[in-house]
């Protein structure tokens, strides 16, 4: 069923959006087509076509024979008010085909609080919510992204799951369906259960451990450099890609550090390829050098020097979200800046040297100052420092420190240029699973206001100092979901139907805790410690690094012990039992 969504357009806001009919979007010949899949984002058109991953499984599924994989993003408030009122179902953007038409539909969750957005997706076309009362009227439906490292929480609502690297079993996933075009759900779910990194439920969940999909060459995966090109400004409106995946640093806290294992980097030869395809198919004239920690990139100088070269009169901005707190970075930053100077990020985490160990930083508090006066000298006046709270084996006196090193910061840099205004972002550190920290207890909602006091009194009247706070509830909420059981699917379903979606966008706090008091859900068993032996809702997940090591450095931890990073000695974190060449798949080792 074709949705026409046309006489609505000019009652919204920013109804570009819905168009789909972007620069390098496909239309294909449905006659030809044997299979089709919509790819939805569980958030708005702007947040979604930001994302890397859904840029990159758009161009390369599309290349699939007799396959067309369409998009959906969540409606605004305006849209599915209307929607809702005119009985007008969830829809792709191509062609404007009502969900529930596709032979399947993936979900791409990168963000726990989006899950009520997909209960809404459903809804909205009226498709059943939970799988085992769909029939064969109705498509498969999976998800993959970062959040499904635990998929347990949205186990009942999905067929499958797939887990780690999208590149190789999405497309071996597209190739399946068109092969079994007019076949029984079942008999797909059978072609596909042994692919790498999939999970599905009714056939896997207490028989098997899901080993996640990793694309163990990123030089011979497949291009992706036609990219979408909105026509309204999205969150990142850029050209982006990816030079390298996986980091090798260890942080304690960072969930992607640990499933994105091993560093796979591309090689210099293959990143100007693809920069260079993508530049010209897109007219994009900025380009984001994407990883978890681009400055580590070892060819990252004959990178950018090249760049520079090739486009010195084409006006190429080019841009690093990742920098590591050194000298370097700087020099770097100064090299792509153009002479342009908006603001410089620094993620020192913490503000004590105690527990910049404890969460293995590798960073000194003398590095930090270094590069902060550096920034600054090389005419940087705006500086941002990201800092957490509510981190394992944290006192008092290190949230003193946040401000002690920001007031030394400021004291150093104003020194140098009076008009320099230093940003102080905290965020509230929720425990994610497959990190050191899994068994940790979150802090409460009262712990993280109370802290969040003790820097506002601290802060008040500092002058070329700004602090900005996450809001604690959210936090709650996310570590609720991250680390959550079946029970937590009740929970999201029933938050869906009191009212919870787009929570990023309003206040749903009370829903969610209406929902929790009428299924008696206790805050202790979801954001509580945990024994260390205790069995955890994401073991179906094995996402190469071994318990026994995330548990070496939980102790590492509580000892403020640093663990060397892999690129200088392996640590023997589990992962060379995948992937032997671990270790070797820098452009250094090679």
Known sequence: MRVDISKHLMSVEKPAQYLGNEINSFHKDLETIKARMCLFFPDIYEVGMSNLGIRLLYTIMNKVDNFYLERGFAPMEDLETLMRQNDIPMFSLETKTDLKDFDAIGFSLSYEMCYPNVLNALSLSKIPLHADERGEEFPLIMAGGTCMMNPTPMEKFLDF???????????????????????????????????????????????????????????????????????????????????????????????????????RERSLEKNIELIDSMLFNTGYSEISLSSLSSSDYTAITPLIDGLQKKYENKNLAISLPSLRMNTHSVDVAVNISGGKRPSFTFAPEAGSQKMRD???????????????????????????????????????????????????????????????????????????????????????????????????????????????????????????????????????????????????????????????????????????????????????????????????????????????????????CGMKKYVKECGSLTLDKK
């Not at 056939?203 to 309204?232: C, M, T, W």
């Open 161 to 263: 799951f797939v887990i780690g690297d999208g590149e190789e079993t999405m497309t071996k996933l597209a190739e399946t369906l068109v092969r079994l075009a007019g076949k029984t759900k079942d008999e797909k779910l059978n072609a596909i259960k042994d692919f790498d990194g999939v999970y599905i439920p009714k056939f896997h969940k207490g028989i098997k451990r899901i080993k996640r999909a990793i694309l163990k060459d990123l030089d011979n995966s497949v291009s992706y450099s036609e990219q979408l090109v909105p026509y309204i400004q999205v969150v990142h409106d850029r050209a982006s890609v990816e030079i390298q995946r996986g980091c090798t640093r260890g942080c304690r806290f960072c969930q992607a550090g640990y499933v994105y294992r091993p560093v």
């Open 358 to 572: 404890v969460i293995n930083k590798g960073v000194t508090e003398e590095e930090i100052l270094e590069t902060a006066e550096a920034a600054v000298k090389a005419g940087w006046d705006n500086l941002k420092f990201y800092f957490m709270i509510g981190l394992p084996f944290e006192t008092d006196e290190d949230i003193m420190a946040i401000y002690e090193l920001v007031r030394t910061v400021t004291y150093k840099c104003r020194t140098i240029r009076r008009r320099v205004n230093i940003t102080a972002s905290i965020s509230n550190f929720v425990p994610k699973p497959h990190t050191p920290y899994q068994w940790e207890e979150q802090m409460s909602i009262e712990e993280a206001q109370r802290k969040q006091n003790m820097l506002r009194e601290a802060f008040k009247g500092m002058k070329g100092a700004t602090l900005r706070m996450h809001a604690p509830k959210k936090s709650y909420l996310e570590g609720f979901l991250s680390r959550g059981d079946e029970k937590t699917g009740a929970l999201i379903e029933k938050a869906f139907e009191i009212g919870a979606k787009l929570d990023d966008y309003k206040d749903n706090f009370l829903i969610w805790k209406e929902a929790m008091e009428e299924l008696n859900i206790v805050d202790e068993d979801y954001i509580g410690k945990r024994d260390l032996d205790a069995h955890l809702p994401w073991d179906i997940v094995d996402v190469g690094v071994d318990k026994e090591f995330f548990i070496r450095e939980l102790e590492n931890s509580e000892k403020q012990a640093l663990t060397v990073d892999c690129r200088e000695q392996c640590s023997g």
